[in-house]
């Protein structure tokens, strides 16, 4: 099993920033694409930002210019930079990793438990 832990949440002002954590735990050989998700009330979860174990990087559109997403592979660790926040970017984030290589077992599609980041005055 491929365990994703996030953190860095919370509540924050408009125009605020914050910064999203998420590691995988495990004796990890290799993770491919990771990505953040986000899902508010009543709507349905959608891709926030991607980046390849190489590096390269999108975005969704609402978020470009505002958020970065970065990875530091030795810790098996995506980043989340979160700035000039507005109250439609309040959802619950979800981190994700398309596929991930432990010893000779391949999972693919694992989710993080979510972390509730919420943009208010």
């Known amino acids: 099993q491929v365990q994703l832990v996030e953190s860095g949440g919370g509540l924050v002002q408009p125009g605020g920033s914050l910064r999203l954590s998420c590691t995988a735990n495990?004796?990890?050989?290799?993770?491919?694409?990771m990505a953040w998700y986000r899902q508010a009330p009543g709507k349905q979860r959608e891709l926030v930002a991607g980046?390849?174990?190489?590096?390269?990087?999108n975005y969704a559109d609402p978020v470009k210019g505002r958020f970065t997403i970065s990875r530091d592979n030795a810790k098996n660790t995506v980043y989340l930079q979160m700035n000039s926040l507005v109250p439609e970017d309040t959802a619950v984030y979800y981190c994700?990793?398309?596929?991930?290589?432990?010893?000779?077992?391949?999972?693919?599609?694992?989710w993080g438990q979510g972390t509730q980041v919420t943009v208010s005055s």
């Open positions: 495990g004796n990890i050989f290799r993770i491919d694409t």
């Open positions: 980046i390849t174990s190489a590096g390269d990087t």
């Open positions: 994700n990793a398309d596929r991930t290589i432990i010893g000779t077992v391949t999972y693919f599609g694992s």
